[in-house]
């Protein structure tokens, strides 16, 4: 009797904590409309100075994992834990300052730092290239203009054997079959690289209102959500053409098409051309380190590629100690981390970036005063 | 005295847990209410019927998924009612009962498998051979006359949304319908048979038209299942925010848009109008669930009236 009463009591206890905590995790999901959280002044990142917290783009996460992995396992004082939200979540989050720092595969908009209050720091902390994968059976060699992807993802070319894309691929047979492009469904830092590549190298096909992380396409094919869902469906569909992180593709040894780049070379997409259109690059980075990499000169450099950048606020509101500890990591990531990232098809920043991207470290004050040395 | 104590505690803590459903419910509809009144105001009720889906210029319009949501899970329905009622017809009135126990455990196991790996089956098994098979003998023969029959089909689309759909709420409806039906007293059957009625005969008259509400019932709560599910209709549908001209071209529904395109949502509007949309589903569902309830409720009170 008096057992039974006990439990009772305790499952009433149980259930009541439950509640409790659906209570308190239900605040989190709250519109950018009220800005009360940023309002309330400099809120600062809670937990103890060990434990960094990260988030935004799931691109860079594979990478990411094993850096922090790494990087704890020589410095055991600190643990990152770095959620792959995606880019406009992390943000977000930055915004909001429930995390110590974002990550983005699109450069902050104005208004977006401005929410933030206080100027955010871009620092690449690694390249990607976007393959365009094809389904075509008995087809090794596509070659494709920016012009070709541009009419396909719009619509005006229809059929592989079209003149126009018939005209960079002498000696290949291509079928009379209709072309399915697929795109991200999803909002993705991937579809604002590929998107920011067709305005950039084909802008009379590609007008900027078509640009961005998720945009209105034209009534062709279809959205698929990620990268695995977009490389499913091509790999699923005969005919079908979309645009992949590279790599996923060479994962998943799928073809992919060699791109015409700026010097009218056709490159096929690997982790040498895309460093090579990092340098590129290298002859015009911006004082903020926006870089844009896509379609550079070099006659190796592959067209498209993007950038990760990790975002900090200039103005760190974090006790020192803390601080410390972050910019310290982030400063390896940018360095000796980048060993890491060929082992996992990430292109690594060259040398003169690296520099660069320590500079912009160094900037970062706490109470005014700079954090690194 | 002491166990009047204990009596109260727990009356007080089973009405706590009684009014949190009813808290829950409307804490919900009021945050959604108030995460999308930013849209409400700025697209007042053209929202409802505008096409345009364009999150670069900030342009939004719900049509295409309402279009895409309704159609899909009615064509669901369309597939899945005849086959579960089958079932449930077969697991009442003809099988032997070791059978019953077998078959009816299988189709409750069929409701517990995750809807991702409905997706990933529609994708990689159900797309390429509804593409490959079952689409052309549609696009030659209706499609033909009927426009919402042409092809060419992809193996993604509304259509395949659809049949992914209903192999998910057969469980629902069979199982519901199998309940249904078992409650028939056996003496409408008896009467029927002692008529000269033949077996299909007894069904149809006697058991069928007897559970009918019933029946409806179980549909509208599948119907209430199909138009929630997310996953699995992402995967195969196409997600393309167009209001499709064939049963074979890729759409979308209310969930995908939302499961799709929140993550990466920045703007306030862009997040408000997602919010609506949300807002949306959870008033069609709740709507649909009510009516269930109401035919289900009808149902019962007059098999105890026929006692």
């Given at each position: ?65 094993k850096m922090f992995n790494e990087y704890s396992k020589e410095h055991t004082d600190v643990k990152v ?251 390896w ?41 | ?307």
């Amino acid at each position: 009797m008096k057992l039974k009463k006990i439990g009772v009591l305790l499952f009433a206890l149980v259930m009541m904590f439950s509640l409790a905590a659906c209570g308190s995790s239900s605040t989190s999901l709250k519109p950018e409309g009220d800005k009360e959280a940023g309002a309330s002044g400099q809120q600062k990142p809670s937990g103890e100075a060990g434990l960094l917290n990260g988030a935004g783009s799931s691109f860079v996460n594979p990478l990411f994992s094993k850096m922090f992995n790494e990087y704890s396992k020589e410095h055991t004082d600190v643990k990152v834990n770095y959620q792959a939200i995606g880019s406009g979540g992390g943000i977000k989050q930055l915004t909001a300052k429930t995390v110590d720092f974002a990550a983005s595969d699109a450069p902050m908009k104005e208004d977006e730092i401005k929410a933030a209050g206080g100027n955010v720091l871009h620092i690449p902390v690694t390249l990607g290239g976007v393959a365009i994968a094809y389904n075509l059976e008995g087809v090794k060699d596509l070659k494709l203009t920016p012009a070709n992807i541009a009419d396909i993802y719009s619509g005006k070319v229809k059929k592989w054997n079209d003149p126009q894309i018939a005209a960079n691929n002498k000696g290949v047979k291509l079928p009379d079959t209709d072309i399915f492009p697929v795109h991200r469904s999803d909002g993705s830092g991937t579809s604002h690289i590929f998107t920011t590549y067709l305005n950039k190298a084909a802008a009379d096909k590609w007008p900027k209102e078509k640009v961005g992380k998720s945009i209105k396409w034209d009534n062709v094919g279809t959205g698929a959500k990620g990268n695995e869902g977009v490389a499913g469906q091509v790999q699923n569909t005969p005919g079908s053409i979309g645009y992949i992180e590279l790599a996923y593709v060479i994962q998943n040894n799928m073809t992919a098409a060699q791109v015409q780049n700026k010097d009218g070379q056709f490159v096929a997409p690997s982790l040498d051309s895309v460093t090579a259109a990092a340098q590129g690059g290298l002859a015009n980075v911006p004082e903020d380190l926006k870089i844009e990499l896509n379609d550079q000169p070099g006659k190796d450099s592959y067209p498209i590629v993007g950038t990760t950048w990790a975002l900090v606020p200039e103005d760190l509101g974090m006790d020192k100690a803390k601080a410390e500890k972050m910019l310290t990591m982030l400063q390896w990531t940018v360095t000796d981390g980048q060993k890491y990232a060929s082992d996992l098809q990430y292109a690594p920043l060259p040398k003169e970036l690296q520099d660069k991207c320590v500079a912009q470290l160094k900037k970062v004050k706490v109470d005014g005063q700079p954090v690194l040395k | 005295m002491k166990k009047r104590y204990g009596d109260q505690l727990f009356k007080a803590i089973a009405y706590i847990f009684g009014c949190s459903i009813i808290a829950m419910l409307g804490l919900m509809v009021w945050e959604m209410f108030r995460g999308s009144s930013f849209a409400l105001d700025k697209y007042g009720l053209g929202f409802l019927f505008s096409s345009s889906w364009d999150p670069v210029t900030e342009e939004f319009g719900a049509w295409p998924f309402i279009y895409g949501t309704i159609v899909s899970s009615l064509l669901a329905l369309v597939i899945a009612t005849p086959i579960s009622i089958g079932i449930a017809v077969f697991l009442v009135e003809v099988a032997p009962k070791w059978f019953r126990d077998v078959v009816g455990f299988l189709i409750e196991l069929l409701a517990a498998i995750p809807s991702i790996v409905y997706g990933l089956w529609g994708i990689f098994v159900l797309g390429p051979i509804i593409r490959e098979y079952i689409a052309p003998v549609f696009i030659n023969t209706l499609g033909k006359f009927i426009p919402f029959f042409a092809g060419p089909s992809f193996g993604v689309g509304i259509f395949t949304a659809g049949v992914i759909l209903a192999i998910m709420i057969i469980p629902t409806i069979a199982s519901i319908s199998r309940e249904v039906i078992m409650v028939v007293p056996d003496a409408q059957r008896e009467a029927a048979l002692a008529l000269g009625a033949t077996k299909w005969e007894m069904i149809r008259t006697a058991v069928l038209t007897y559970s009918r509400s019933g029946i409806l019932g179980a549909m509208i709560i599948g119907l209430g299942r199909a138009i929630g599910e997310t996953m699995s209709v992402t995967m195969v549908i196409g997600n393309r925010p167009e209001v499709p001209d064939s049963i074979f071209d890729p759409a979308y529904t209310m969930a995908s848009v939302i499961a799709n395109e929140f993550n990466e949502a920045s703007s306030d509007i862009y997040l408000s109008t997602l919010i609506e949309i949300g807002f949306l589903l959870f008033a069609v569902t709740l709507l649909v669930n009510i009516f269930a309830r109401f035919l289900v409720w009808t149902t019962s009170r007059g098999i105890q009236e026929a006692k």
